[in-house]
């Protein structure tokens, strides 16, 4: 167990080292309090949601492993979100819901669903002080058995998955409104080929007048903001995807929406962090879906890893209030808590971390063409004690720092989750 003599301890002495190379950690702490972090719903059920007759995720994402205590409803997934988030410090959480996690005794279908669904998780995220994002969810369905929605040949089906979407403007309006915290509402699609398709153009085509029907629809966008996920292939779409990285940009750009950046959605040697400043030249504010793939898009709990550190670095260097940061991976191997908690604390880790970097003096060395001396010190401030930042910033909120979180995950997980 840390005791909090030696977090502040600890503290104290990281704060000088910083003070030394002229950064100011107390302002960094304040900072990273400010910068919101969508913690996605899903990771607490694998993405199977509160519809009757769910089945898990399908569309080309997928959720493997079976540890026990799944939530397998809205007051077990509140209840182990809560959990979560007691274990995750700071004050500008925000929480990341899909179509599927309705609240409602009976069947609805998806293009009938609507705010008062939602109801349940607005009362608790206001309650607990949280915003709220919204994803429509365009898989896991009949209509979407054929791996082709919004770019569907078929009128009928692509008619179902633009009112559904339609409805999910409306709920992610309704969560802005009363919990005035605007809300960033994301469309990703499963739509894909199997096999080399022969008219990419009409698929295509498709997606984009679907798109344009939805946006015809008239939101206040002071309550929320629409954005576009792309993706390079998911299972069983593996030769071509409809909405692809240069279709969403195109279209983002053409309709002043967000585009979305996962970071499993590219080439597996493709950086999501090298394309943050491109973007955000041309466009105003973008979402992360901060997750990990290893090998394929396979949503591995978030690490302190390298491309984590960049990412970061990115977002802090082009602007907190322009880059939204919010999750998106699932493992079913471990405790879910543990997941939420592990991969969201690194998150946090890894922007306490981009806070205290002395960036003017790093850009002016580079303006001057001093490379010898950026490469020393970004090597440098690597071994940097930012841990003993962070472990503060979990003492400041009254949070438990560093592996202490286990003890609290390990009761949760014996008196509630194991009797499930
Ligand atoms: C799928 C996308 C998408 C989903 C969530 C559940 O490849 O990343 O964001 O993971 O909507
Ligand atoms: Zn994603």
């Known amino acids: ?35 919101p972090i969508s913690l996605h719903c899903w990771q607490g059920d694998d993405v199977t949601g509160f519809e009757k007759n769910a089945s898990g995720a399908s569309g080309g994402i997928l959720s493997t492993g079976n540890y026990p205590g799944r939530a397998r409803n809205m007051e077990e997934l509140l209840q182990d979100l809560s959990t979560a988030l007691k274990l995750i410090p700071g004050n500008s959480m925000k929480v990341n819901v899909h179509a599927i996690y309705l609240d409602s005794p009976k069947p609805v279908e998806r293009n009938e669903i609507g705010p008062e669904h939602f109801q349940t998780w607005i009362d608790w995220a206001r309650e607990k002080k949280l ?47 009363q919990l005035g915290k605007r809300c960033f509402m994301n469309i990703w699609i499963p739509d894909g080929f199997k096999d080399i398709p022969v008219d990419r153009t009409a698929a295509r085509a498709r997606l984009r007048e679907s798109l344009d ?60 962090s090298d394309k943050i400043s491109s973007v955000l030249l041309f466009l105003d504010e973008i979402l992360l879906h901060v997750s990990r793939p290893v090998r394929w898009d396979s949503d591995h709990v978030v690490l302190f890893d390298d491309e984590l550190q960049q990412i970061a670095a990115e977002t802090v260097r082009n602007g907190i209030d322009r880059v939204h940061i919010g999750l998106d991976y699932f493992d079913a191997t471990i405790n879910r808590i543990a997941a939420w908690v592990v991969g969201t604390r690194n998150m946090q880790k890894a922007l306490c971390k981009a806070l205290l970097e002395p960036r003017e003096t790093l850009k002016q060395m580079e303006k001057e063409g001093n490379y010898t001396g950026r490469l020393v010190l970004t090597e440098e401030l690597k071994a940097m004690p930012f841990q003993s930042v962070y472990d503060y910033f979990c003492l400041q909120h009254g949070t438990p720092a560093g592996y202490d979180v286990m003890e609290n995950i390990l009761d949760y997980e014996r008196n509630i989750q194991d009797k499930r």
């Open 1 to 35: 167990m840390r005791s909090e003599r030696s977090i502040e301890l600890a503290y104290h002495i990281a704060k000088e080292r910083y003070a030394e190379a002229g950064v100011d950690t107390d302002l960094c702490l304040k900072l990273l309090d400010s910068i």
């Open 131 to 177: 915003g709220l994002d919204f994803n429509p969810t365009c898989f896991s369905h009949p209509m979407a058995a054929d791996g082709l929605t919004l770019s569907h040949p078929k009128e009928e089906v692509r008619k179902f998955w633009i009112e559904h979407i339609i409805q999910c403007r409306k709920i992610a309006e309704e969560f802005g409104k």
């Open 213 to 272: 029907q939805i946006l015809e629809y008239p939101v206040n966008l002071k309550y929320m903001r629409d954005s576009v996920e792309s993706k390079l292939f998911g299972i069983g779409v593996e030769s071509c995807t409809v909405g692809s990285h240069e279709f969403y940009l195109a279209y983002a750009l053409q309709n002043q929406l967000m585009l979305t950046l996962d970071s499993g959605h590219f080439h597996p040697t493709e950086v999501i």
